[in-house]
């Protein structure tokens, strides 16, 4: 992999750049759909590629294990083959279902040990082995093992979970280092920083990350129920130590407003479940703001979806009509949300990535956060 640097803003820290994989070229800023247990929920992989443009998509390492399992994507040859589609995946290493399921795990320095969510069964995750998952996965990106500490959380915790999670780091990136991916194609490591809220923490957790020289660097444990402010204080703080020279990417983040305020610090990657799991509930993301369309307001509003976009079901389609299908629990309800959220989140990165470009980005994004969270 590698990432080539090609606009600054000048008013920011935001920038535009390339990165480069063995499955084709990523054009960051970029916005990753979520495809957890190899799919973007509610959407089709040909919709992905001609409708939304995704140029990258996610995989998660904790479902794909337990189902369909790793010996079903060995043999299928990998999940680009098992799902069919040919450009980039990053997968997450399982770090974020250590946080997530609190109630049926327990850490030590071995790894995690959890019971499944589907029948109960108990399993370890080691950093060595979520390296070897993740070969088997054979995504392009592939994420360090590590914990992702709650909020709020106390800074004894957080140091000392910080420090496993660099000691983490480094047996990962050894197993990493030997062995070889499976597929024919190149495979990148990326450690992520950790440390809560604490700017000592973060800046510790970073310089360490640094230090690792890896192809590129993530920053997790945000957008974990913190405060926003909290959320671009450490996003500064770490973006302002990692190599300027490697891609960094802010995992789990966000609103559109979060995406925005992120790339003006100098974030390249984002991902989050929010723009296809808040569509199936009837939360719509526009240029204008956010329209619930449950609400009775939309009933005989026959206008489009969105009339801003050139997403064919967004001019095809009514306000009125989408809200009769999310209220009916219709299936091509979730479908349209779906499609018309992913296309608002595609559009936003790229619309950034060109006021970057033409020196634009710092007046157009302070101008669009006024306006992206209005609820209409």
């Given at each position: ?13 935001a920038?535009?750049?390339?990165v480069?994989?063995d ?5 960051t800023?970029?916005?990753?759909p979520?495809?957890?247990?190899g ?5 089709h ?11 990258i998509?996610?995989?998660n390492?904790?479902?794909l ?10 043999q299928?040859?990998g999940?680009h ?7 980039p995946?990053?997968?997450d ?10 109630n049926?795990?327990?850490i ?11 029948d109960g069964s ?13 070969r ?6 592939i994420?360090?093992f590590?914990?992702c500490?709650?909020?709020?959380c106390?800074?004894k ?11 983490w780091?480094r047996r990962?990136?050894?197993h ?6 499976k597929y024919?194609f190149?495979q ?21 990350i640094?230090?690792?020289e ?12 913190e405060p926003?402010?909290?959320m671009?204080?450490?996003?500064e ?9 490697r891609?960094r990417?802010l ?5 559109p ?18 723009p296809t ?5 009837g939360?719509?993301f ?23 976009s ?10 009125a009509?989408?809200?009769h ?20 989140y ?19 994004k ?11």
């Amino acid at each position: 992999m590698k990432f080539d640097l090609q606009a600054k803003d000048p008013l920011s820290k935001a920038r535009a750049g390339v990165v480069t994989t063995d499955h084709g070229a990523i054009q960051t800023p970029i916005f990753m759909p979520v495809g957890t247990a190899g799919t973007v929920k509610a959407v089709h992989q040909r919709e992905l590629k001609e409708d939304i443009s995704a140029q990258i998509i996610l995989g998660n390492t904790y479902h794909l294990y337990l189902r369909p399992g790793i010996d079903t994507l060995e043999q299928a040859g990998g999940l680009h083959q098992f799902i069919g589609w040919d450009r980039p995946i990053l997968t997450d290493s399982g770090g974020y279902q250590v946080y997530s399921l609190s109630n049926v795990r327990k850490i030590k320095e071995e790894g995690v040990t959890f019971n499944s969510h589907i029948d109960g069964s108990r399993h370890l995750f080691t950093p060595e082995y979520a390296m070897d998952i993740q070969r088997s996965i054979g995504a392009d990106i592939i994420m360090a093992f590590d914990e992702c500490t709650p909020y709020p959380c106390d800074y004894k915790y957080a140091a000392n979970s910080l420090e496993m999670t660099h000691r983490w780091l480094r047996r990962c990136c050894t197993h990493f280092d030997n062995t070889e991916p499976k597929y024919g194609f190149n495979q990148t490591l990326f450690p992520i920083v950790q440390g809560s809220v604490y700017k000592d923490l973060r800046v510790r957790s970073a310089e360490f990350i640094a230090g690792m020289e890896r192809e590129g660097n993530a920053i997790g444990g945000l957008s974990v129920g913190e405060p926003a402010e909290e959320m671009y204080a450490m996003t500064e703080v770490v973006c302002d130590i990692l190599p300027a020279d490697r891609p960094r990417y802010l995992m789990g983040v966000g609103t559109p407003v979060n995406i925005l305020e992120n790339i003006a610090l100098g974030v390249d990657m984002f991902d989050c479940v929010m723009p296809t799991r808040n569509a199936r509930n009837g939360m719509l993301f526009t240029r204008h703001g956010i329209i619930n369309i449950r609400n009775k307001k939309w009933e005989n509003d026959f206008s489009p979806i969105d009339a801003d976009s050139d997403l064919l079901v967004d001019r095809m389609h009514s306000k009125a009509y989408l809200r009769h299908l999310i209220h009916s629990k219709e299936m091509l309800g979730a479908q349209i949300a779906t499609l018309h959220n992913l296309h608002f989140y595609l559009w936003l990165v790229t619309e950034a990535r060109q006021q970057i470009v033409a020196g634009t980005f710092y007046d157009w994004k302070n101008k669009m956060v006024q306006i992206l969270g209005n609820k209409l």
